[in-house]
Nanobody, 124 residues
Framework: QVQLVESGGGLVQAGGSLSLSCATS????????LGWFRQTPGKDREFVAA????????RYADSVKGRFTISRDNAKRTVYLQMNSLNPEDTAVYYC?????????????????WGQGTQVTVSS
């Protein structure tokens, strides 16, 4: 079975940093585009960042450009999201997603597989 498991969330003060990890299993990792999404109560799921299977292409939401960095380690089958200069508006449950279609992540904003989410809370 395919599994994606996020970790690294927590409570941080505004201006601080967190690094999220998403460990995957059960899929051919190098063939999958990967993305991060976030969701807050009462709001739709929001696209955050994505990386192509080769790592050559990345996309970021305007709200996180310059602050967040997505990366992947194919050997470890893990995708990361480094989050710097956090602000309270970044508070959300963060989910990782995988798709064997790059366009599904960056255009349709959907994944074939999803993790369970990890809570990020930024205090003021």
């Amino acid at each position: 079975q395919v599994q994606l498991v996020e970790s690294g969330g927590g409570l941080v003060q505004a201006g601080g940093s967190l690094s999220l990890s998403c460990a995957t299993s059960g899929l051919t990792f190098a063939n999958y585009a990967l993305g991060w999404f976030r969701q807050t109560p009462g709001k739709d799921r929001e696209f955050v960042a994505a990386m192509s299977p080769s790592g050559a292409l990345t996309r970021y939401a305007d709200s996180v450009k310059g602050r967040f960095t997505i990366s992947r380690d194919n050997a470890k089958r893990t995708v990361y999201l480094q989050m710097n200069s956090l602000n309270p508006e970044d508070t959300a449950v963060y989910y990782c997603a995988a798709s064997n279609k790059w366009t599904a992540i960056v255009s349709l904003r959907r994944g074939d597989y999803w993790g369970q989410g990890t809570q990020v809370t930024v205090s003021s």
